[in-house]
Antibody, heavy 120, light 111 residues
Framework: EVQLVQSGAEVKKSGESLKISCKGSGYSFNSFWIGWVRQMPGKGLEWMGIIYPGDSDTRYSPSFQGQVTISADKSTTTAYLQWTSLKASDTAMYYC?????????????WGQGTLVTVSS | QSVLTQPPSVSGAPGQRVTISCTGSSSNIGTSHDVHWYQQLPGTAPKYVIYGNNYRPSGVPDRFSGSKSGTSASLAITGLQAEDEADYYCQSYDTSLSASVFGGGTKLTVL
Protein backbone atom coordinates (compact mmCIF):
# COMPACT_ATOMS: atom_id res chain seq x y z
CA GLU A 1 0.00 0.00 0.00
CA VAL A 2 1.39 3.38 -1.02
CA GLN A 3 1.67 5.73 1.94
CA LEU A 4 3.04 9.21 2.45
CA VAL A 5 3.35 10.08 6.14
CA GLN A 6 4.18 13.64 7.08
CA SER A 7 5.76 15.04 10.22
CA GLY A 8 3.64 16.67 12.88
CA ALA A 9 2.34 20.19 13.32
CA GLU A 10 4.84 22.95 14.00
CA VAL A 11 4.55 26.25 15.85
CA LYS A 12 7.42 28.62 15.16
CA LYS A 13 8.33 32.29 15.40
CA SER A 14 9.16 34.63 12.53
CA GLY A 15 12.80 34.36 11.52
CA GLU A 16 13.21 30.75 12.70
CA SER A 17 14.16 27.90 10.40
CA LEU A 18 12.10 24.77 9.78
CA LYS A 19 12.31 21.47 7.93
CA ILE A 20 9.24 19.27 7.55
CA SER A 21 9.26 15.74 6.22
CA CYS A 22 7.28 13.28 4.14
CA LYS A 23 8.14 9.58 4.34
CA GLY A 24 7.12 7.40 1.42
CA SER A 25 6.51 3.67 1.62
CA GLY A 26 4.87 0.89 -0.36
CA TYR A 27 6.39 1.83 -3.70
CA SER A 28 9.74 2.51 -5.37
CA PHE A 29 10.49 5.88 -3.79
CA ASN A 30 13.35 6.68 -6.19
CA SER A 31 11.17 6.31 -9.29
CA PHE A 32 8.34 8.75 -8.63
CA TRP A 33 8.30 12.53 -8.29
CA ILE A 34 7.22 13.96 -4.93
CA GLY A 35 5.65 17.40 -4.82
CA TRP A 36 4.70 19.94 -2.17
CA VAL A 37 1.42 21.87 -2.12
CA ARG A 38 0.56 24.82 0.11
CA GLN A 39 -2.91 25.63 1.38
CA MET A 40 -3.18 28.85 3.34
CA PRO A 41 -6.06 29.12 5.84
CA GLY A 42 -9.37 29.16 4.00
CA LYS A 43 -7.65 29.32 0.61
CA GLY A 44 -6.93 27.11 -2.37
CA LEU A 45 -4.12 24.78 -3.37
CA GLU A 46 -0.78 26.13 -4.60
CA TRP A 47 1.88 24.02 -6.34
CA MET A 48 5.26 24.76 -4.75
CA GLY A 49 7.59 22.36 -6.51
CA ILE A 50 8.66 18.76 -6.96
CA ILE A 51 11.69 16.53 -6.71
CA TYR A 52 12.67 13.27 -8.39
CA PRO A 53 14.45 11.35 -5.63
CA GLY A 54 16.31 9.14 -8.12
CA ASP A 55 18.57 11.97 -9.27
CA SER A 56 17.42 14.90 -7.09
CA ASP A 57 16.11 16.80 -10.12
CA THR A 58 14.08 19.61 -8.53
CA ARG A 59 11.63 22.07 -10.06
CA TYR A 60 10.10 25.09 -8.32
CA SER A 61 7.13 27.29 -8.98
CA PRO A 62 8.35 30.84 -9.70
CA SER A 63 6.27 31.94 -6.70
CA PHE A 64 8.31 29.75 -4.35
CA GLN A 65 11.75 29.74 -5.98
CA GLY A 66 14.27 31.06 -3.48
CA GLN A 67 11.73 30.96 -0.64
CA VAL A 68 11.94 27.25 0.19
CA THR A 69 14.19 24.27 -0.47
CA ILE A 70 12.94 20.85 -1.49
CA SER A 71 15.19 17.85 -0.94
CA ALA A 72 15.01 14.07 -0.62
CA ASP A 73 16.97 11.31 1.10
CA LYS A 74 16.84 8.05 -0.84
CA SER A 75 18.25 6.05 2.05
CA THR A 76 15.31 6.91 4.29
CA THR A 77 12.72 7.37 1.49
CA THR A 78 11.92 10.80 2.86
CA ALA A 79 11.29 14.11 1.13
CA TYR A 80 11.74 17.44 2.84
CA LEU A 81 10.55 21.03 2.62
CA GLN A 82 12.58 23.63 4.44
CA TRP A 83 12.70 27.32 5.24
CA THR A 84 15.70 29.28 6.53
CA SER A 85 13.72 32.26 7.82
CA LEU A 86 9.99 31.83 8.36
CA LYS A 87 7.46 34.63 7.94
CA ALA A 88 3.95 34.91 9.36
CA SER A 89 2.69 34.52 5.79
CA ASP A 90 4.15 30.98 5.73
CA THR A 91 1.34 29.91 8.08
CA ALA A 92 -0.45 27.18 6.14
CA MET A 93 -1.13 23.50 5.71
CA TYR A 94 1.55 21.84 3.62
CA TYR A 95 0.85 18.61 1.75
CA CYS A 96 3.30 16.30 0.07
CA UNK A 97 1.97 14.19 -2.76
CA UNK A 98 3.27 11.82 -5.41
CA UNK A 99 3.19 13.34 -8.90
CA UNK A 100 3.87 10.22 -10.90
CA UNK A 101 5.07 11.55 -14.24
CA UNK A 102 6.44 14.90 -13.17
CA UNK A 103 4.88 18.38 -13.13
CA UNK A 104 2.39 17.66 -15.93
CA UNK A 105 0.78 14.68 -14.25
CA UNK A 106 -1.73 14.14 -11.49
CA UNK A 107 -1.04 13.82 -7.78
CA UNK A 108 -2.20 10.27 -7.09
CA UNK A 109 -1.26 9.82 -3.42
CA TRP A 110 -1.23 12.49 -0.73
CA GLY A 111 0.19 12.85 2.74
CA GLN A 112 -2.07 13.84 5.61
CA GLY A 113 -0.67 17.38 5.73
CA THR A 114 1.57 19.30 8.13
CA LEU A 115 0.17 22.44 9.71
CA VAL A 116 2.78 25.15 10.12
CA THR A 117 1.90 28.13 12.30
CA VAL A 118 4.27 31.09 12.38
CA SER A 119 3.75 33.84 14.91
CA SER A 120 5.20 37.29 14.58
CA GLN B 1 -5.23 35.29 -8.56
CA SER B 2 -5.03 31.77 -9.97
CA VAL B 3 -3.80 31.01 -13.47
CA LEU B 4 -6.79 28.69 -13.90
CA THR B 5 -10.19 30.25 -13.21
CA GLN B 6 -13.01 28.37 -11.48
CA PRO B 7 -16.36 29.64 -10.20
CA PRO B 8 -16.16 30.15 -6.42
CA SER B 9 -19.29 28.12 -5.81
CA VAL B 10 -21.90 25.91 -7.44
CA SER B 11 -24.90 24.15 -5.96
CA GLY B 12 -27.48 21.56 -6.84
CA ALA B 13 -30.21 19.44 -5.32
CA PRO B 14 -29.73 15.73 -4.69
CA GLY B 15 -30.04 13.77 -7.91
CA GLN B 16 -29.28 16.74 -10.14
CA ARG B 17 -26.31 17.32 -12.44
CA VAL B 18 -23.75 20.05 -11.86
CA THR B 19 -20.73 21.14 -13.83
CA ILE B 20 -17.64 23.00 -12.66
CA SER B 21 -15.65 24.92 -15.23
CA CYS B 22 -11.93 25.56 -15.32
CA THR B 23 -10.79 28.26 -17.72
CA GLY B 24 -7.18 28.69 -18.70
CA SER B 25 -5.18 29.98 -21.64
CA SER B 26 -3.02 28.97 -24.56
CA SER B 27 -0.09 28.39 -22.21
CA ASN B 28 -1.81 25.78 -20.04
CA ILE B 29 -5.13 24.06 -20.83
CA GLY B 30 -4.84 25.20 -24.46
CA THR B 31 -1.69 23.13 -24.90
CA SER B 32 -1.46 19.35 -25.06
CA HIS B 33 -1.11 19.14 -21.27
CA ASP B 34 -3.76 17.26 -19.36
CA VAL B 35 -6.23 18.60 -16.81
CA HIS B 36 -6.77 16.78 -13.51
CA TRP B 37 -9.47 17.26 -10.89
CA TYR B 38 -9.40 16.89 -7.11
CA GLN B 39 -12.04 16.67 -4.41
CA GLN B 40 -11.22 18.02 -0.96
CA LEU B 41 -13.62 17.16 1.86
CA PRO B 42 -13.49 19.45 4.90
CA GLY B 43 -10.41 18.87 7.03
CA THR B 44 -8.90 16.27 4.72
CA ALA B 45 -6.21 16.04 2.06
CA PRO B 46 -7.30 16.38 -1.59
CA LYS B 47 -8.09 13.24 -3.57
CA TYR B 48 -7.97 12.95 -7.33
CA VAL B 49 -11.27 12.16 -9.02
CA ILE B 50 -10.33 12.73 -12.69
CA TYR B 51 -6.93 12.48 -14.37
CA GLY B 52 -5.78 12.91 -17.94
CA ASN B 53 -8.81 15.12 -18.76
CA ASN B 54 -11.43 12.37 -18.59
CA TYR B 55 -10.18 9.25 -16.81
CA ARG B 56 -11.57 8.10 -13.49
CA PRO B 57 -9.30 6.37 -10.99
CA SER B 58 -10.43 3.13 -9.45
CA GLY B 59 -13.03 3.68 -6.77
CA VAL B 60 -14.41 6.96 -8.09
CA PRO B 61 -18.08 6.60 -9.07
CA ASP B 62 -18.95 6.91 -12.76
CA ARG B 63 -21.15 9.85 -11.76
CA PHE B 64 -17.94 11.89 -12.11
CA SER B 65 -16.71 12.78 -15.59
CA GLY B 66 -14.29 15.25 -17.13
CA SER B 67 -13.87 16.97 -20.46
CA LYS B 68 -11.51 19.42 -22.10
CA SER B 69 -12.02 21.69 -25.09
CA GLY B 70 -9.81 24.52 -26.25
CA THR B 71 -8.63 26.52 -23.25
CA SER B 72 -11.29 25.18 -20.87
CA ALA B 73 -12.12 22.02 -19.00
CA SER B 74 -15.13 20.84 -17.03
CA LEU B 75 -15.96 18.42 -14.27
CA ALA B 76 -19.49 17.05 -14.31
CA ILE B 77 -21.19 15.27 -11.43
CA THR B 78 -24.51 13.55 -12.10
CA GLY B 79 -26.93 12.08 -9.58
CA LEU B 80 -25.68 14.52 -6.95
CA GLN B 81 -25.35 13.08 -3.44
CA ALA B 82 -24.84 14.73 -0.07
CA GLU B 83 -21.39 13.14 0.17
CA ASP B 84 -20.28 15.07 -2.93
CA GLU B 85 -20.35 18.33 -0.97
CA ALA B 86 -16.71 19.44 -1.03
CA ASP B 87 -14.20 21.80 -2.64
CA TYR B 88 -13.07 20.87 -6.15
CA TYR B 89 -9.84 21.95 -7.85
CA CYS B 90 -8.57 21.65 -11.40
CA GLN B 91 -4.86 21.33 -12.17
CA SER B 92 -2.77 21.56 -15.32
CA TYR B 93 0.72 22.54 -16.46
CA ASP B 94 1.66 26.03 -17.58
CA THR B 95 4.41 26.19 -20.16
CA SER B 96 5.11 29.90 -19.57
CA LEU B 97 5.66 29.33 -15.86
CA SER B 98 7.23 25.88 -16.33
CA ALA B 99 5.12 24.85 -13.37
CA SER B 100 2.04 22.91 -12.47
CA VAL B 101 -0.88 25.18 -11.58
CA PHE B 102 -4.18 24.81 -9.72
CA GLY B 103 -7.48 26.55 -10.17
CA GLY B 104 -8.78 28.66 -7.31
CA GLY B 105 -11.23 25.99 -6.24
CA THR B 106 -15.03 25.63 -6.33
CA LYS B 107 -17.20 24.92 -3.33
CA LEU B 108 -19.99 22.50 -4.21
CA THR B 109 -23.06 22.71 -2.00
CA VAL B 110 -25.70 20.00 -2.12
CA LEU B 111 -28.98 21.69 -1.26
Amino acid sequence: EVQLVQSGAEVKKSGESLKISCKGSGYSFNSFWIGWVRQMPGKGLEWMGIIYPGDSDTRYSPSFQGQVTISADKSTTTAYLQWTSLKASDTAMYYCARQEGGPTSTFDYWGQGTLVTVSS
Amino acid sequence: QSVLTQPPSVSGAPGQRVTISCTGSSSNIGTSHDVHWYQQLPGTAPKYVIYGNNYRPSGVPDRFSGSKSGTSASLAITGLQAEDEADYYCQSYDTSLSASVFGGGTKLTVL
